[in-house]
Every structure is written in structure tokens, then in C-alpha cells.
């Protein structure tokens, strides 16, 4: 036996679930803009060897709300031997190696050089995104990465 009270309840939190899920597919695709970079200690500098595809957790490493679209990002890189060689530091929304969405390339450029790209950078389903690197040595590729913006 419901009474008229957990009626009226039950039919406000119904309505308040309506509201919420209208309010999540309005908000889907909106850019938030950043006044000032989130970063990561694990992506201020670092020193790399060569990697395969690695998948980064947004949330968890930069605070980026889990499940976005996509990121605004900014990418900066140096090794001590890119004049000699190919390097490289890019991002991409999948586990597939040799697919980017942004890349620096360093092949060529003096050594110890820093060298930055801005760009967008799809995420996966669970809102995370993939490194790849290939550096001249052991641990000789620093790389650096701010995220400026993300789409819900």
C-alpha cells in the first residue's frame, strides 16, 4: 500500500531523472576551455626510452573527467640524439601502432631542441588516449604534456 506521499516521491525523483539525463545529452559535445593547464608529474619532463602504444588514464593521471570526447592538447619533446635519428612523441585516441592524431617530430631537429605541437586528440570510449614514442636511446626523449581543453 503506497501512500500519497511516496506517490508524489516517486513521481518527482522520476521526474528529476528525466531532467538529468536531458541535461547530459544537452551538455554532450561542449568544449570546456582551461585558463590554465591541467599536468601531470608523470608528463612534466620525464625521460623515455622507446614505447609502444600505452594507454593513458585521463582522470586518473591528469583529472580530466572520465569518459570525454576529446582533448585540447599541447605537446613538447626533446632528445639528446634527434639530429642523428628518428624520435618522435605522439598521442592517439587507439591502440594501434603508427596511427596519431598529433605528433612531434623530432628527426633532424638539433639535439636536446625542444619542439611543440598544439592540437586535438580524440579519446577512446572510456575517455583515455595512447603514447607512442620512439627516442634515440635510453631514456633520452623528455616529454611534456598540458591539456588545455576537453569536449564532454
Known amino acids: 500500500n503506497v501512500s500519497n506521499f511516496d506517490e508524489t516521491v516517486i513521481r518527482r525523483l522520476t521526474a ?3 531532467e538529468v539525463e536531458r541535461l ?11 585558463t590554465a593547464p591541467l599536468t601531470s608529474t608523470a608528463w612534466d619532463g620525464d625521460a623515455f626510452s622507446t614505447t609502444a602504444k600505452t594507454r593513458i588514464d585521463l582522470s ?3 583529472g580530466v573527467p572520465a569518459g570525454v570526447k576529446a582533448i585540447l592538447v599541447r605537446l613538447t619533446a626533446r632528445d639528446s640524439g634527434s639530429s642523428s635519428g628518428y624520435c618522435q612523441f605522439s598521442l592517439s585516441p587507439n591502440n594501434t601502432a603508427g596511427s596519431v592524431a598529433i605528433q612531434d617530430y623530432l628527426e633532424g631537429v638539433a639535439n636536446s631542441v625542444y619542439v611543440s605541437e598544439n592540437g586535438i586528440v ?3 570510449a572510456n575517455g583515455d588516449v595512447y603514447y607512442q614514442i620512439t627516442a634515440s636511446g635510453t631514456e633520452t626523449l623528455e616529454a611534456f604534456i598540458e591539456i588545455w581543453g576537453y569536449w564532454l
Not at 547530459?24 to 582551461?34: D, H, M, N, P, Q
Open 16 to 18: 528529476l531523472e528525466r
Open 122 to 124: 580524440p579519446c577512446d
Open 60 to 62: 586518473e593521471v591528469f
Open 24 to 34: 547530459r545529452v544537452k551538455e554532450s559535445g561542449k568544449f570546456i576551455a582551461l
